[in-house]
């Protein structure tokens, strides 16, 4: 899905003394088939531009638009369900509930969705066996390892079938070989003509053949790529 920014601004509590210019001016366009990886010092705005292109928040000023759709104009009950219908997003940290078994977890975004219990399972289990992490599905996500964590943060972006996939840091917290894993994860959804956004700073993301162009963001601007 083509996404487009226009001259983006975000500021954080503007007006009050803790304002943050988050970002200052972002124009960005994004192709459907584009694996697009931001990288750029911590503070820099990575976070706030994803969760823009993700939709989860709205600029400050500029417009986001996202599959021909201008996103500040959409009533926030449509924002959500745009954004429940074509993101998957998967955040650094991969914050997953604990206490919730990974096929639960994994499912999760399904709910809203109205779809029916043994169809949300049936979705689950299919993608907890394409990430090789099916016999996991009744742990406890607090139980399961560094790599399992992540395939099941990757297995819950993906239950919606979303044509756009966001990745915050995926590659932090993990070794090499891990880091390597979601590398090939991406390749096989980049054949699937998703469009994929990855901010990190890992050297083994923006290096990777997967990528087809890197930004560099910094004080919340965008420069030429490095
Ligand atoms: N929810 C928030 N409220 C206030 N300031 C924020 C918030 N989120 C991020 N910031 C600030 O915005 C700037 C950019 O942050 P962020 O987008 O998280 O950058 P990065 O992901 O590159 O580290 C930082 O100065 C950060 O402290
Ligand atoms: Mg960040």
Do not use: W
């Not at 043994?118 to 907890?128: I, S, V, Y």
């Amino acid at each position: 899905m083509k996404i487009e920014l226009h001259t983006v601004e975000k500021y954080y509590n503007r007006g009050a003394h803790n304002q943050v210019h988050a970002l200052r001016g972002i124009d960005l366009l994004i192709d459907a088939s584009e694996t697009v990886c931001i990288h750029g010092p911590s503070g820099s705005g990575k976070s706030t531009l994803l969760a823009i292109l993700g939709g989860i928040i709205g600029p400050t000023c500029g417009s986001a638009v996202i599959g021909g759709k201008k996103m500040a104009r959409l009533p926030d009950r449509f924002l959500t369900l745009y954004r429940r219908q074509h993101i998957g997003f998967i955040f650094q940290r991969f914050r997953l509930i604990p206490e919730l078994s990974v096929l639960e977890n994994v499912t999760l975004p399904l709910l809203p969705l109205g779809i029916r219990p043994a169809d949300r399972k049936k979705r689950g289990r299919e993608l907890l066996q394409r990430l090789e992490i099916d016999h996991r599905k009744d742990f406890p996500a607090a139980e399961i390892s560094g790599g399992e964590l992540q395939r099941a943060a990757v297995a819950r972006a993906l239950i919606n079938d979303p044509s756009v996939i966001i990745a915050d840091e995926p590659t932090a917290h993990l070794d090499t070989r891990l880091s390597e894993d979601f590398l090939t994860i991406m390749t096989d959804l980049k054949r699937l003509g998703k469009t994929i956004i990855i901010a990190s700073h890992d050297p083994l993301v923006s290096a990777s053949p997967v990528v087809d162009r890197c930004l560099y963001l910094r004080d919340g601007l965008l420069c030429a790529a490095s």
